[in-house]
């Protein structure tokens, strides 16, 4: 840094390029004064056309009571931004009504939030301009390197809330509300809100879990299992020409009964109704927050129009519009990029089919390990295809938000989270509804197996069944998403932040502070967006196949005590301030989790009724086994179930059986199905099971619903307490309109207490007259 660099103040006039005039250090405003800081490259300064550009804007804003200061250094020209207090007195009369503010209020200097402060001057400092230009359109065109808020009085939530040590503290939510803003602070607030929640489903996803290692060894289609070492099955595939025995999947088969036992039907039932509870609940402390916060009847458009008339006088607000013509190529649009995610889906199929033959010759030491590799490669490509489509599916979404056309940002906002958030869950969810539902299910059968170009034969679940396949996709893709995600989601932003600091600080405390703040990693206007869609991400993970992985709340609920921390480090320390923004809810994304719920439901059901063992070891149970008539003491009701559920197919129908090792010692093998060994069509069994497994998933979604809708009713979304205080304010503001200009009626006067504002009194309406 040169030791002569200087505090300047902007002064509009010819001849130069920024006019600068020095000015005494006594007439330095104090540091906190500042709205925004703006950067500029000095070597823009050699660009007539932008240097004109920069003064015009900075005219118009003086023009609307701006204020400016600028200080330089070698390479940046850093310019200091503050609005005249008029600009927060005009939206103070526009937003707050007259019979609510004291009189001779409005004549003093008005005192403004710093938070409302930012936000008004961002909104001013974006808005179109006399001529025609925009804070964002200057970045854009590097006419300014950038435009930011400055980072002030940050300290406190340094010290209370962004760190790792504050872990299990409790947030400080009033305080984020008050540096972030309304909007940051409610993320956080769902956020802590939704991590408490977990505990319950963690503990109960844990306790599942575990009680499949009480049977561990005790499961009686375990051990016959594990001693079946005269059944053999077929061969699966083209990379394992020879036959197995059944007994070489006893490991796998007791693994298998952690996840996939009598408790997961009780697991999926109760995250049904605990994601219910969760929304419910949330919907409640939600409504005590905004209260407090005196934002209960805050009008969203009544605010677009305020500041609206604050940043342009001729301020006409724009008029909700729709064109069926346009809703028809967007929803054209929509369709096609869901058939690119299933068609991505199609093409890990393929990728699983072909790595099964690859795996098999070039690395035969795997052996009997090919089908899980392929299973964890797979995974592994899906989650590097997913980091791919995140990005292509973000650029969609504003695309056709953007031919959309919305009314507001928060409209837009919210239009383009239910188009990118569709977008996503087709692309995390894709290969896991392949595997749940379609993998194994459409090869054929021993003898007659379906080829892909008629070449490579279809994988198939692994011999334990495609539990084991679905628990280990989702075991993949939400730990590498929880621990590789969040790793690079903070050492990105830290190690980007701690080069860029490495240079020498100025002399100046002002200029350096600006210059620290400059250093930290840009913010954009999706920021906050990002946090929130990988949290629903998540949220989906937890819910839509828990069947199938009950571990997911745990490990849900270690990600997100790393997740809020992590968050708020970035927010505080490497990054730069985000521009707060009011609000009374969590918007689209309360939708969002509607939505998933119901889907958590249907997907739960099916994986139940078409992917788990528990229907048909129900039905051979009570139709097939030894406890058919009745429960015997002496035998254990699923004793023979293995023998009963698996197929017979004689090797002398093969095709070409000499090409499989050990044939000529074995007349017939096994495989998991229900056919005939004399036609190889579906037997009496099968479509009793496929009856059973439909009215299974249809009773069991309209209990799962019913459920919901009943803690939904039985839960208000709104607390007593919420609604009683709301009638006080009104009942308040219509007594102070009332009694104005009489005998000087307050609230809290005589006959009105301020713990009982509604005395009794002969002319209080009943229920019935209102």
Same mark, same amino acid.
């Given at each position: +840094? ?6 300047? $103040?902007l ?6 390029s !920024? ?5 005494n ?7 906190e004064? &500042?709205?925004y $800081?703006?950067v ?7 660009n007539?056309?932008?240097v ?5 804007? !900075?005219?118009? !804003?003086?023009?609307?009571g701006?204020?400016?200061?600028? *200080?330089?250094d ?9 609005a ?6 005009r939206?103070?009369r526009?937003t ?14 008005p005192s ?7 936000r ?5 400092l974006?808005?179109k301009t ?12 590097r006419v ?6 400055l980072?002030?009085g ?8 962004? =760190?790792? =040590? ?5 947030q400080?939510i009033s305080?984020i509300?008050?540096?972030f803003?309304?909007?940051?602070? #409610?993320?956080?607030?769902?956020l802590?809100?939704?991590t408490?929640? @977990?505990?319950?489903a963690?503990?109960v996803g ?7 290692f009480?049977?561990f ?15 053999y099955?077929c ?5 394992n020409?020879?036959?197995q025995?059944?007994?070489d999947?006893?490991?796998?088969? %007791?693994l298998t009964?952690l ?8 697991f999926?039932i109760?995250?049904?109704?605990w ?7 949330? %919907?409640?402390?939600?409504?005590r927050v905004? #209260? ?27 008029l909700?519009?729709h ?14 990029? /869901?058939?690119l995610m ?5 093409v890990? $199929? ?7 033959a690859l795996?098999?010759s070039?690395l ?6 090919v ?7 797979g ?8 980091i791919?489509?995140?990005? /292509?599916? %973000?650029?969609?979404?504003?695309k ?5 056309k919305p ?5 837009r ?26 993998l ?11 080829r892909?170009?008629? @070449?490579?034969?279809?994988e198939?679940?692994h ?9 280990v996709?989702m *075991?993949?893709?939400m ?6 995600s969040?790793c690079?989601?903070?050492?990105k ?13 100025s002399?100046d405390?002002?200029?350096?502070? &600006?210059?620290?703040?400059y250093? #930290?990693?840009?913010?954009?206007t ?8 990988? +949290? ?5 993970f937890?819910?839509v ?9 745990? #490990?849900? !609920? ?5 997740e809020i921390r992590?968050?708020?480090i970035?927010?505080v320390r ?10 009374k809810?969590?918007g ?5 989790l ?17 992917t ?5 070891r ?11 008539r009745?429960?015997q ?19 002398k129908d ?8 050990? &044939?000529?010692?074995v007349?017939?093998c ?7 060994a004399?036609?190889?069509n579906?037997?009496e ?18 209990v799962?619903?019913?459920?919901? @809708? ?20 009104k009942?308040?503001?219509?007594g102070?309109?009332?009694w104005r200009?009489g005998?000087g ?9 301020p713990?009982?504002p509604?005395?009794a009194?002969?002319?209080s309406? %009943?229920?019935?007259?209102?």
């Open positions: +840094m040169r030791g002569e660099e200087s505090l300047r $103040v002064v509009p006039t010819e001849g130069e !920024l006019p600068l005039m020095d000015v250090a006594c007439e330095t405003e104090a540091p004064l &500042w709205d $800081v703006f500029v490259d000095r070597r823009t300064q050699r007539p056309g932008q004109q550009r920069q003064r015009r804007f !900075l005219e118009e !804003l003086e023009n609307q701006f204020r400016y200061k600028a *200080a330089e070698q390479e940046k020209q850093f310019l200091g931004i503050r005249d207090n008029s600009l927060f007195d939206y103070r526009l707050e009504p007259e019979d609510t503010v004291p009189r001779g209020e409005l004549s003093r200097p403004i939030q710093a938070t409302n402060r930012i008004i001057v961002n909104f001013v974006n808005s006399a001529v025609g230009d925009t804070l964002q359109d200057l970045v854009k065109d300014f390197e950038a435009g930011f808020p980072h002030e940050e300290v406190h939530l340094k010290k209370t809330w962004a =760190r790792w =040590r504050s872990m299990f503290q409790r400080p305080d509300r008050d540096y803003g309304e909007k940051v602070a #409610l993320y956080f607030a769902w802590g809100w939704y408490y929640m @977990l505990v319950p963690a503990v844990l306790i599942v879990f575990l009680s499949g009480s049977q060894e005790a499961s009686q289609i375990s051990k016959e299992i594990c001693k079946a070492h005269d059944i099955m061969p699966r595939g083209d990379h020409r020879r036959f025995r059944l007994s999947t006893c490991a796998y088969a %007791k009964h996840f996939d036992n009598e408790g997961t039907v009780l999926a109760f995250m049904a109704l994601a219910t509870v969760f929304l419910e609940l949330w %919907k409640r402390e939600r409504a905004v #209260l407090q916060w005196e934002l209960y009847g805050w009008d969203e458009d009544q605010e677009e129009m305020a500041l609206g008339l604050i940043a342009c006088p001729d301020y006409q607000p724009r909700h519009q064109s069926y013509l346009r809703s028809a190529v967007i929803l054209l649009l929509s369709l096609l990029m /869901i058939c299933i068609g991505m889906a199609h890990l $199929v393929v990728y699983r089919v072909l790595a099964a795996f098999s070039a035969p030491f795997l052996g009997e390990q089908t899980t590799a392929v299973v964890v490669s995974a592994l490509v899906h989650y590097v295809t997913i791919l489509m995140t990005k /292509i599916n %973000k650029y969609v979404a504003l056709l938000c953007d031919f959309e009314r507001t940002f928060s409209e906002e919210s239009k383009f989270t239910v188009k990118f958030f569709t977008l996503q869950f087709f692309a995390h969810f894709s290969s896991l509804i392949y595997v749940a539902f379609i194994g299910r459409i090869n054929g059968h021993p003898g007659k197996s379906v892909l170009a008629g @070449l490579w034969k279809l198939e679940c011999l334990s069944g495609c539990m084991m396949d679905l628990f996709q *075991a993949v893709i730990g590498l998403k929880q621990t590789l969040n690079v989601e903070y050492l932003p830290w190690l980007a932040h701690k080069c860029r600091s490495l240079r020498a600080p002399q405390p002002e200029l350096d502070r &600006w210059q620290r703040n250093r #930290l990693n840009p913010t954009y999706f920021s906050l967006f990002d946090e929130f869609m990988e +949290m629903m991400i998540q949220y989906g937890t819910t196949f828990v069947a199938a992985f009950p571990l997911a709340p745990l #490990l849900a !609920l270690f990600s997100n005590l790393v992590l968050d708020a970035k927010m490497l990054q730069r301030r985000l521009v707060p923004r009011k609000a809810d969590i689209a994304w309360l939708h969002v509607e939505i998933i719920g119901v889907l958590a439901v249907i997907a739960n059901g099916m994986v139940i009724a078409f788990s063992e528990f229907i048909p129900t039905v051979y149970k009570h139709r097939y086994g030894p406890c058919r009745g429960a003491s002496e035998v254990d009701c699923f004793t023979g179930y293995v023998n009963h559920s698996l197929s017979v197919f004689y090797t093969f095709q070409d059986p000499a090409k499989i090792e050990g &044939w000529e010692n007349t017939e096994r495989y998991r199905d229900y056919f005939s004399q036609d190889s579906f037997s069994q099968h479509w009793f099971l496929l009856a059973i497994r439909l009215a299974f998933l249809i009773l069991f979604e309209h799962a619903l019913c459920i919901k @809708l009943i803690a939904a009713w039985f839960v208000p979304d709104v607390p007593q307490s919420v609604k009683n205080e709301v009638l006080k304010k009942y308040q503001r219509l102070q309109k009332r200009g005998a009626w307050e609230w809290g006067g005589a006959g009105v207490g713990l009982n509604f005395p009194s002969s002319c309406p %009943k229920s019935t007259d209102v």
